[in-house]
């Protein structure tokens, strides 16, 4: 089955700088791309998505990029604020298993002021 | 924004008891899941469901699970004999594979705790 590797586990960058997580899948049917936001007591939270036709894709101060054929992808969130503070989930769907997401492991994001 | 809702957000039962835990999915939705959260770990797949039977299930969902959608608006998980392990947050979410494609939307949570 599909597994999901994401690093770092905890992330701490001053505000205003840049932060990037990264994921690896195994699966190479995989072909959608989710990146969720979690904060404390609540729901995991789309904030955004890359399908494997799209190499890259931005919005607004946070990016995604995809390498299919290393099969890794990352997050970008740039000119960081205290709201970014949360955990983030990478995860996968695989078009093997084409009804269900895998999630990483999460990275909790901690932004200095 | 539409939104999946869950209820009770937080539920103590004791071990051993049955427990429901409702959802009310997006409501043009066809694909429902849970999914569950030990605290500070991952969010674990459990189950989806779609025309009205379980599409998969992970090696979690074990007999003393069961999922239902008694009618045209909610979606259930049951689990029929509460463990001290099954302490978690269970999350609901749906998905509308035609307009949006694969996105999964998560709602709030059901914060279990067994004792």
């Known amino acids: 089955g599909e597994n999901v590797e994401q690093h770092p586990s905890t992330l701490s960058v001053q505000e205003g700088d840049s932060a990037v997580i990264k994921c690896t899948y195994s699966d190479s049917a995989s072909n959608y791309f989710p990146w969720y936001k979690q904060e404390l007591g609540k729901g995991p939270q789309l904030i955004i998505d890359?399908?494997?036709?799209?190499g890259e894709k931005k919005d607004q101060r946070i990016a995604v990029t995809l390498n299919k054929t290393a099969k890794h992808f990352s997050l970008h969130i740039t000119e960081t604020q205290p709201e970014d503070s949360a955990v983030y989930f990478c995860?996968?769907?695989?078009?093997?298993?084409?009804?269900?997401?895998?999630f990483g492991s999460g990275t909790r994001l901690s932004i200095r002021p | 924004e539409p939104e999946v809702t869950q209820t009770p957000s937080h539920q103590v039962t004791q071990m051993g008891q049955e427990v429901i835990l409702r959802c009310v999915p997006i409501?043009?939705?066809?694909?429902f899941y849970w999914y569950r959260q030990i605290l500070g770990q991952k969010v674990e797949f459990l189950v989806s469901?779609?025309?009205?039977?379980?599409?998969?299930k992970s090696e979690i969902f074990d007999d003393q699970f069961s999922v239902e959608r008694p009618d045209g608006s909610n979606f259930t998980l049951k689990i029929r004999s509460t463990k001290l392990e099954d302490s978690a947050m269970y999350f609901c979410?749906?998905?509308?594979?035609?307009?949006?494609?694969?996105?999964?939307?998560f709602g709030e949570g059901s914060w279990l705790t067994v004792v």
């Open positions: 890359i399908r494997s036709n799209v």
């Open positions: 469901f779609y025309n009205n039977e379980i599409s998969e």
């Open positions: 995860a996968v769907l695989s078009y093997s298993s084409a009804s269900k997401i895998i």
């Open positions: 979410a749906s998905s509308d594979r035609g307009s949006s494609g694969n996105t999964i939307y």
């Open positions: 409501s043009n939705h066809l694909y």
